[in-house]
């Protein structure tokens, strides 16, 4: 049999397999299931091509199951290893990547995703569901911790750095993983943050910031894109020939795969209702290219009905089939279905060197806010007192995907994925003679069902509703009493994971329950008041935070962030983190971001400015640098310029210089500055460096009415220096004199 002889082209060997397959066999080989208990039944159902969310003591039941059908066709199994394998016991958790964003650094993101692969691939898993490109600008989507932040560059750079990683030396290796780029596309624009609400986006703004972190991922060899569930202009992503034929296959060349996400096709009947029965949805989404339907059991027997019905031929299965055939020829698993490696997984998940890559991320990622001079924390016999709801809580540092955040039922234990708390990295690092004492001071949230009911209607469990927690007299006056007779307070506040997540958007920014009057029932004591926010999402921030000694981000930092944030308090490992996206100071005027397109009538609102509490690139230092000498030396084909950088503090420091591009004058309204490049530069006390940078010229292209991408001639305004702000920026301008036309 030519598909079983691995020396056959793996082009001859689909052909062939393709051949023998039945009707039924190619609409069940188009379907990605959950297998939650027991895959043996779903695939004795039907011999579906995925899986996702399998247990994992039934991935080599899975395996055998698929192994037993007629044609033997190996499984692609699935699972959202988003920030490290996070539903597998003891594995390594790094921060969401919204943590991992403020490293700005690819190679870091880079060697967590091979960590991940590694890990994953150990367990019989061969898919993960990331990297994710969308883009965060409505902040109270709760899918925010899953993004990069607010910027297409920084995004199309880290989330390229993650497809790397995950491929590893490419097919053969046994430790690659297939990536995923999602969600395509333009889901994150949603209506006043409800998660998979329509999109109001152009097809010209989809190109001109949207898209260009995805054609980023094809470029890097992204393997498969999952769709949004949301629609554009009434039509549903999963119907969107425009993005998904036009775009992303013919204009950029995507051969891989196309997953929908949960139920899409489901969705079209039950939710979007542009389609009448499961015939008509699994024809119009067969016909629009998808490959494999998460997650829509009704889909095999509605491609069934929709070949009975006329609504499909049987050959229109096959170009999915051919390509799910592909990658699974390419990855080797008719020879190698990947089974789970015991031995693997004893000596390489949560292994040393995994763990010190985790803690080395983390510190990166840590964003410095404020610091009246507390920081960092030092002196002999000093008194600390760890305080709030999220000091001592690990799903506050491990976030959303990973340990006990809901997904997986057999993560049930939060030892199974043990993390680093605040209290336990200070307690662990500090000197001996300092005494760290603790006190919770209040809670965030309860839960209440639902009044809609327990279930969806495709029998999907509702999200529970938060309430705010009551405020606990005691437990407050003990916090106080301990903030009263300690020399500094660390007080840790954020958000929980009822309230962040898919399907969990929030219609405030607020600080949630009682945490704002322990805030300023500390402020009170008159003690210095280090504030730590472990958070999904940016949140406004009341007075007691803004006005604190220091303000540290840790968002979600991972199983290693109690030390990593101890390091960075005591002084240990310099911060030098900055923000992938902007903190509004209220909701009322998202959406904030740096690169907003200009033309308002003016720059504020009657009662509040528009200006961000912080800004997009910003993060301080325990050192200060200074800028200087921005010179351009060559126009052609690339701008190539330079800038000198000094530390001009007594410490060694970490300076993450961004170049943004302003045009000057352009055809169409376009943004008033983009982020082109960055690059971190350490420094020794006094040292200082020329950073040389050379940028494409295709770099400063803009997006026409037309939808053409284009770089104009004219004046361009080079602005490079500490963050997006103006007041933080060296600028010089440089000619370009030719018109160029783009393509990809």
């Not at 991935?59 to 199951?65: E, K, V």
């Not at 986006?201 to 995805?214: A, G």
């Not at 008194?383 to 709030?388: H, K, L, T």
């Amino acid at each position: 049999m030519i598909h079983r002889d691995p020396t056959a082209a793996v082009e001859d060997r689909v052909a062939h397999l393709l051949s023998l397959m039945t009707v039924e066999e190619k609409a069940a080989q188009m379907m990605q299931l959950p297998a939650w208990s027991d895959p043996r039944a779903v695939i004795e159902r039907h011999p579906v091509g995925s899986l996702l969310h399998t247990d994992p003591a039934t991935i080599d039941d899975a395996i055998d199951a698929a192994a037993r059908t007629r044609l033997g066709i190996p499984l692609l199994i699935a699972d959202d290893a988003i920030h490290g394998h996070g539903f597998w016991p003891g594995a390594t958790v790094f921060g969401t990547p919204l943590s991992m964003a403020c490293s700005f650094d690819p190679d870091a993101v880079e060697r967590a995703a091979r960590v991940t692969a590694r890990e994953t691939s150990a367990t019989g898993v061969t898919w993960t569901f990331s990297p994710l490109a969308c883009i965060a600008r409505e902040l109270r989507w709760g899918r925010v911790n899953e993004t990069f932040g607010e910027d297409p560059h920084l995004i199309g750079e880290l989330a390229a750095a993650m497809v790397r990683g995950y491929r590893g030396d490419g097919d053969t290796d046994p430790t690659r993983i297939l990536s995923c780029a999602k969600h395509f596309a333009g889901y994150s624009e949603t209506q006043g943050g409800l998660d998979a609400s329509e999109a109001d986006l152009t097809p010209r703004k989809l190109r001109s910031w949207f898209l260009p972190p995805f054609e980023r991922l094809v470029r890097e060899g992204a393997d498969t894109f999952m769709l949004g569930y949301q629609a554009i202009d009434g039509v549903p992503i999963t119907l969107n020939t425009w993005l998904l034929d036009g775009v992303l296959k013919q204009e950029w060349g995507f051969a891989g795969l196309l997953v929908t996400d949960w139920d899409n096709v489901g969705h079209l009947v039950r939710v979007q209702q542009v389609a009448a029965d499961f015939a008509e949805a699994a024809a119009l989404a067969v016909r629009a290219g998808n490959d494999l339907i998460m997650a829509t059991p009704e889909f095999h027997d509605g491609a069934l009905a929709a070949i009975e019905r006329g609504l499909l031929a049987p050959s229109d299965l096959d170009d999915a089939v051919r390509r799910i055939l592909t990658v699974k020829f390419r990855m080797g698993l008719f020879e190698n279905p990947r089974r789970p490696d015991v031995e693997r997984q004893r000596v390489e998940i949560g292994c040393r060197e995994h763990r010190e890559i985790n803690m080395e991320l983390a510190a990166k990622s840590l964003v410095l806010l404020r610091n009246d001079g507390v920081l960092p924390l030092r002196g002999e016999g000093v008194r600390v007192a760890v305080i709030g709801p999220q000091a001592d809580d690990m799903a506050a540092c491990l976030g959303d995907w990973a340990g006990t955040s809901g997904q997986c039922p057999w993560m049930d234990d939060p030892a199974l994925t043990p993390a680093t708390t605040l209290l336990a990295g200070l307690r662990a690092a500090a000197p001996s003679d300092w005494v760290i004492g603790y006190a919770r001071g209040c809670g965030i949230d309860e839960l209440a069902p639902d009044p809609a009911g327990e279930f969806f209607a495709d029998g999907q469990p509702r999200p529970k509703i938060c309430h705010p927690a009551p405020l606990d007299e005691a437990e407050l006056a003990e916090a106080v009493a301990l903030a009263a007779s300690s020399d500094v307070a660390v007080v840790a506040v954020g958000d929980t994971i009822n309230l962040t997540g898919e399907g969990r958007s929030t219609a405030s920014l607020e600080l949630f329950g009682p945490q704002r009057q322990l805030l300023e029932a500390i402020r009170a004591t008159g003690t210095p008041m280090v504030v730590v926010l472990l958070n999904g999402k940016p949140l406004v921030l009341p007075e007691s935070v803004q006005e604190a000694a220091a303000i540290v981000e840790a968002f979600n930092p991972g199983a290693a962030g109690g030390d990593a944030l101890a390091a960075v308090l005591l002084g240990r490992v310099e911060p030098s983190g900055r923000l992938p996206v902007s903190f509004p100071r209220h909701a009322g005027q998202l959406p904030v971001f740096h690169n907003r397109v200009r033309g308002w009538h003016g720059d504020r609102y009657a009662d509040l400015t528009y200006r961000p509490l912080f800004a997009f690139g910003e993060g301080l230092t325990y050192t200060t640098f200074e800028y200087s000498g921005l010179r351009v030396t060559e126009v052609g084909d690339e701008v190539a310029f330079s800038v000198d950088l000094t530390n001009t503090g007594e410490r060694h420091g970490t300076e993450v210089v961004q170049v943004y591009v302003h045009d000057v004058v352009t055809s169409v309204t376009w943004a008033e500055q983009e982020l082109k490049a960055f690059r971190r530069v350490p420094l020794a006390p006094g040292e200082t460096t020329t950073v040389e940078f050379r940028l494409p010229t295709s770099e400063l292209s803009l997006v026409l009415a037309d939808g053409t991408r284009v770089v104009e001639p004219g004046e361009f305004e080079l602005r490079v220096g500490h963050s997006s702000r103006p007041e933080d920026q060296q600028r010089t301008r440089f000619h370009l004199p030719d018109p160029r036309v783009m393509s990809f």
